[in-house]
């Protein structure tokens, strides 16, 4: 009797699941048809290739039929389990010796050197090892390579057998050199095994956003179902083990609550039911091609300015956003630095990835993924200078020629790049190709930071001069590194003294906006033909250095949109206390002002208030307004309502226009009387700065509240139950609250409304047919060539105002559902709303 030589190979549960982690993706090939028994292979023939192509094949077999062993030429065409005995090698010319088999009962694997010693109900049998070739070392065969089967399905190949395979055959090795077989043939056998299949494997999340999306603390399912009972399963869902639950014999449920810990992306997954015989069925993907994206990365927000340098324009932001998990869902963004809460119910969209700005500031960017993931990035914009340099001139006139000027330019904003002067008055083109450059009379701390000789003046102020060699008009010209230019003109000229002798005081007068004049003595100090100042004689105990200049940049110096009829004049002196006589303003006002019930008056700017106060008197004479005061500060001409005696706010309507109605941005504006009628039936409002910016966007809580001033629902006016009530502005909750009620409006799923989001174009439709109750045409075509993008639930509200003449195309046949909503183009289609009730 040979001897016999054992190897025992346990396979137990924890190892069972360490291989679903693990499994080898399934290939195509079938073993059998999915409604026939399993057929098993088993090696047959094969080639070797070394100095020439050799040939080798299966001389006998070893097979089962279920009850006994037995031996055959030829592989049997049906069997429990067949193996090759005896291999003859072509190459070698040479049987196979020294051979050992391995068989499996389903968990253990042992081996055994006489097959005809292998158990009949052994689950699948082969040749694993045996020497062939005939020289001196007569190696054994080495690299081998094994066929087998899990499911009965699909067919394998690795380099051993799991014992609970269905079927395993040898298929092919070295011969104990370095050559491989290849091109093998197998012979195939029918088992009589009928296996239960897999016939359903889904996967899905409890997401809110998605269930095909999953972000840490979500739960995944796998729904597992089989075509015959089964007594166990076993899965892997993210590469850890499931909780499975059996449902019924067919139908099984595995789960897993994620913890973060996952590798982000698909999620994989692995299945294996337990037969009662103790066959596992493997799967590693879903029957219905579902899939489950893990995602806990919120999308990467990258930002650039388009300004390099300062600039005088609107400056544009570009946001880069990405997100490899679920995709980019949402982005806005809004002036400030917000946390991605602000973004809930604020922001505005970005459009084609940027938005533009008019002024510096902190700016957050929002982003938000597919499954709710959210990152804000802030980017400050500090390029942005609009204001023009301003520029301070001074003389003194008391002595001969010549006679020196001296400047003083502030860049308010950026730095002073370059400044010129020129005799006469010059306009700015001027100095392109003339004027001589202005050198500062005094330096920086460290002179190459602020003066360079190519490149100019380069820091934001500094003190200058130049000598006027004779009387008249000189012209001062700067520039800054944001481009803004101005210019500004002084009259050089003597001083003028009246009176003879010693027994009175002298007047002394100046046309440049700056006078110095001794004490008590008599002044007259003017600025053009805009201003003039009188001052009596005996006014001061000093002498007085006094200066008039026109301010440029009347930012916060209108604070209700006050309406001017002169420019602002900052009116200064050397001295804080006040003149012991009153002195004389006279001012040069615009005599357009003065219709209807409109006239003017002189006013102070209280610094400390930040309000203007008006001079008491003040008499009008032609197209000059004249009053005392015994201070200086800044002062303008302000237009007054009669009235009421206060001062009228720019675009504040007076009984000049017809309709009573004054914007000063909607002359000639294409929804100009649109506007003007919206405004008269009380659909709408204006700004208080005397604006009605037609051009601005609509937001959802303002729609909402010009639809209820024009419907005028019968309906309560409670205060909005949404989820973001409190963001909803005290001026809109009424007609929000009405517009709910009446059915004109609805919020969203998540509870809010968002009053602050730009309307969309499909939103106006759909609270314009909810108005009017209308229904649209069966078709469930739009007719626009946009119609994919219209979604389902404003698709007939749409048609319906569509066919209704309330709402159009952009004119290339398009609605744009997506796109948002002017001002002047909402209250056009309210209007047209209007008509139709008629």
């Known amino acids: 009797m040979q001897r016999l030589k054992w190897k025992q190979i346990g396979i137990g549960l924890l190892s069972f699941v360490l291989l679903l982690g693990n499994m080898i993706v399934l290939p195509r090939e079938k073993a059998y048809a999915d409604t026939g028994t399993v057929q098993a292979q088993v090696l047959k023939n094969y080639l070797f290739t070394s100095n020439a192509v050799y040939s080798g094949y299966v001389t006998s077999y070893v097979y089962s039929d279920g009850t006994s062993v037995l031996e055959s030429a030829t592989a049997p065409t049906s069997a429990k389990w067949v193996t090759a005995k005896e291999i003859f090698d072509g190459g070698w010319y040479n049987t196979s010796s020294d051979a050992y088999y391995l068989y499996s009962d389903g968990t253990q694997i042992q081996e055994v050197a006489n097959p005809l010693l292998i158990p009949a109900n052994a689950r699948w049998a082969t040749i694993s090892r045996y020497k062939i070739d005939t020289t001196s070392f007569h190696p054994e065969i080495g690299g081998q390579v094994y066929r087998y089967s899990l499911d009965g399905i699909h067919v394998l190949t690795g380099d051993s057998i799991p014992a609970y395979a269905v079927w395993g055959t040898f298929a092919g090795s070295t011969d104990g050199w370095s050559f491989h077989s290849h091109d093998e043939t197998f012979a195939s056998y029918d088992t009589g095994l009928t296996l239960p299949k897999i016939i359903e494997v889904k996967i899905g999340s409890n997401d809110a956003a998605s269930a095909s999306l999953a972000k840490p603390s979500d739960t995944i399912t796998l729904n597992i179902a089989s075509d015959e009972d089964v007594v166990g399963a076993v899965a892997t869902i993210a590469g850890k083990s499931a909780v499975t639950e059996q449902i019924d014999g067919k139908h099984w449920k595995a789960t897993l609550l994620l913890d973060g810990t996952e590798a982000e992306g698909e999620i994989p997954i692995s299945v294996m039911l337990i037969t009662e015989e103790g066959y596992r069925l493997p799967a590693n993907a879903t029957t219905d091609g579902s899939k489950v994206v893990f995602d806990k990365t919120a999308p990467s927000i990258g930002t650039s300015v388009s300004a390099q340098g300062m600039t005088k324009e609107d400056v544009i932001v570009t946001a880069n956003v990405t997100d490899t998990g679920s995709g980019v869902a949402e982005t806005k963004w809004a002036a400030g630095d917000l946390t991605a809460e602000a973004f809930a119910a604020g922001g505005q969209a970005l459009v ?198 026109k301010i440029a940049d009347t930012t916060g110096l209108l604070p209700r949109g006050e309406l001017l009829a002169s420019p602002i004049f900052e009116i200064l002196k050397n001295f804080p206390e006040n003149f012991q006589k009153p002195i004389t303003l006279n001012f040069r006002f615009d005599t357009s002002v003065l219709s209807g019930n409109r006239t003017v008056g002189i006013f102070y700017f209280d610094e400390s208030k930040k309000e203007w106060v008006r001079v008491s008197g003040g008499k009008i004479e032609g197209n000059r307004i004249v009053a005392e005061a015994d201070h200086l500060t800044k002062y303008a001409v302000l237009v007054v309502d009669s009235a009421t005696n206060l001062p009228v706010a720019n675009g504040q309507p007076d009984t000049s226009t017809p309709d009573g109605i004054v914007f000063s941005d909607i002359t000639g504006h294409w929804a100009e009387a649109s506007i003007r009628k919206a405004v008269l039936i009380g659909v709408v409002k204006g700004y208080q700065d005397g604006t009605f910016k037609p051009g601005k966007t609509v937001t959802r809580a303002e729609f909402a509240v010009m639809l209820t001033n024009a419907l005028k629902p019968q309906a309560t006016s409670g205060k909005p139950t949404f989820a973001d009530a409190d963001k909803i502005a005290a001026w809109a909750q009424a007609g929000v609250a009405q517009a709910v009620e009446a059915g004109i409006v609805k919020g969203y799923k998540d509870g809010t409304f968002r009053p602050n989001a730009p309307i969309t174009r499909a939103e106006m439709a759909a609270m314009i047919a909810n108005s009017l109750h209308l229904e649209a045409a069966s078709s469930s075509e739009t007719g626009f060539a946009d119609d994919k993008e219209i979604p389902a639930w404003a698709r007939s509200s749409v048609t319906a105002v569509k066919d209704g003449g309330l709402m159009q195309g952009n004119g290339k046949g398009k609605f744009a559902p997506g796109g948002m909503t002017t001002r002047a183009e909402a209250v056009t289609v309210i209007l047209n709303l209007l008509g139709k009730l008629k």
């Open 352 to 549: 084609n990835g940027s938005f533009t700005v008019t002024a510096n500031g902190i700016y957050t960017v929002y982003a938000k993924d597919e499954i709710g993931n959210e990152s804000v990035k802030t980017v400050e914009v500090y390029q942005i200078d609009k204001a023009k340099p301003t520029i301070r001139l001074e003389t003194s006139l008391l002595g001969a020629l010549p006679v020196k000027v001296t400047v003083t330019l502030d860049g308010t904003g950026s730095r002073v790049w370059g400044a010129m002067w020129a005799p006469g008055e010059r306009n700015a083109d001027y100095f392109d190709v003339h004027g001589e450059w202005l050198e500062p009379d005094s330096l920086c701390e460290n002179p190459d930071d602020c003066f360079d000789e190519w490149e100019g003046i380069d820091w934001e102020s500094f003190k200058a001069s130049f000598v006027a060699a004779a009387y008249g008009a000189y012209t001062l010209y700067v520039r800054d590194e944001a481009g803004n230019e101005q210019i500004q003109t002084i009259n050089v000229s003597p001083p003028i003294r009246t009176g003879s002798g010693s027994s009175g005081p002298t007047t002394v007068k100046s046309t440049n906006g700056r006078l110095t004049l001794p004490s008590g003595q008599i002044g007259e100090a003017s600025l053009g033909d805009d201003i003039m100042l009188t001052i009596p004689a005996n006014s001061t105990v000093k002498d007085l250095q006094l200066s008039i200049d």
